[in-house]
């Protein structure tokens, strides 16, 4: 796996030299006034853990969690006062962890952010089950949440079982969606478990919709080398049929297509983070994403903590790109919405797009992968399901790796992926 990363890395960058990750950072981060920015709010507090997530997150203690949100909204000032006035910022997104377990200083976090950014498009946050109640729904939506996230993963017991995560009563959850009301109400699903089937699928995505849903989001089980889930793999062949017939499915219902692995039944619906052409990220492991850089906080809530009360932005790891790589980047995340749009591609970075992947793009038409349009590209389920098997290589390839690193080390000395 290694070689055939290394291999695809060079080609498409058009050059030897991997993404290099060092521990000097910029005290002052870059703000490029001409772009988009998005904003991502890392809370790692959990209940309990889930065996297969892989994200950054700890048991919950009153105590920690409330150092930890006083060292958040000092990082938030650390950052925005590098600037003058306030600046425009697309999105902000709550994720963790389970971020709702600490509902009541959500409105001190986001007055702490309104200080230094404008936020034209919403503010969205990820639940567990257990938070979808009116109280807690309440309490978010005062403080201006107007997108919720609810990590489903499927309403059926046997699933849940596979998953080893609670049981939760639908009709509780749905009393209160109707009660008080979201713009977006996403509900996540986990796919290619065990003897899953298309049946299975369509059953929660059906409750889903009948259910206070207007978006869901179905991702696929990633089996991270540092995490304790021992569900196994579902073969590539079952995969792809799997995930072919959930997409028409929902197309045959008339749901919209928002991205990779999100269909929504109104327009309107949207819920992702990670699609921002730039972004802000606050909190430990948090990452931030600028025209020439990426940079990625600590994983420790201890070192974190420590850091911002020495005045020291937490950064733990640099990659500063040269221009290809910022590319394949770029393209990358730019996909998962199933569409590319060429002049967007041009304008960020000031050369055609034909000049520099003109013959990759002919060849992922001819091999059936996209189709091509006015605006530019947009792809086919084929497509789809071989962006979801390299999403899934990338993953396993750089992610698994960087993640695992970090959850060991607060601040490596360095990393070659």
Not at 87 to 105: E, K
Request: hydrophobic share 40%; proline share 3%; glycine share 6%.
């Amino acid at each position: 796996m290694s070689l055939i990363t290394d291999l695809t890395r060079m080609y498409l960058t058009h050059s030897t030299k991997p993404f290099i990750f060092t521990n000097d950072f910029d005290k002052v981060l870059p703000y490029d006034k001409g772009s988009e920015f998005g904003l991502y709010v890392h809370i790692p507090f959990c209940k309990s853990i889930c065996n297969f997530c892989p994200y950054c997150k700890i048991i919950y203690d009153e105590e920690t969690a409330k150092g930890y949100i006083d060292a958040l909204i000092k990082e938030i000032h650390l950052v925005g006062r590098q600037w003058n006035g306030r600046r425009r910022a697309t999105s902000l997104y709550f994720g963790g962890g389970t971020p709702a377990l600490l509902a009541d200083r959500i409105t001190d976090i986001i007055s702490a952010l309104r200080e230094h950014f404008i936020i034209t498009d919403g503010i969205g946050i990820e639940l567990h089950p257990d938070n979808v109640n009116v109280s807690v729904l309440k309490t978010l939506k005062s403080a201006g949440v107007d997108k919720i996230s609810i990590g489903i993963q499927s309403f059926q017991d046997k699933y849940r079982r596979v998953l080893q995560i609670r049981k939760f009563d639908i009709k509780d959850i749905s009393k209160a969606l109707n009660e008080v009301e979201f713009e977006t109400v996403s509900m996540d699903f986990i796919f290619a478990l065990p003897t899953q089937t298309f049946r299975d699928l369509k059953n929660d995505i059906d409750m889903a919709f009948a259910n206070g849903a207007n978006h869901i989001a179905i991702y696929p089980l990633i089996d991270f080398t540092f995490t304790k889930n021992k569900v196994p793999v579902m073969p590539k062949k079952e995969k792809r049929k799997l995930l072919d017939d959930i997409t028409n499915y929902c197309i045959s219902k008339g749901y919209v297509r928002k991205s990779i692995w999100t269909f929504a039944s109104e327009e309107s619906a949207s819920y992702s983070s990670m699609t921002r052409d730039n972004f802000f990220g606050f909190g430990c492991s948090a990452t931030s994403l600028f025209k020439d850089q990426f940079k990625i906080n600590t994983f420790s809530v201890l070192e974190y903590c420590k850091r911002i009360d020495a005045n020291i932005l937490p950064t733990a790891l640099t990659n500063r790109f040269v221009k290809r790589q910022r590319m394949i980047y770029y393209l990358f995340w730019k996909l998962y919405s199933t569409r590319l749009k060429v002049k967007e591609f041009e304008e960020f970075f000031d050369i055609p797009l034909n000049k520099v992947y003109g013959l990759e793009f002919r060849l992922l038409q001819v091999l059936g992968f996209l189709t091509r349009d006015e605006e530019g590209y947009k792809m086919t389920l084929k497509g789809a399901f071989y962006y979801h098997y390299y999403e899934n290589f990338y993953t396993l390839s750089y992610i698994d790796k960087m993640w695992g690193i970090m959850r060991k080390e607060a601040f490596p000395k360095g990393m070659r992926l």
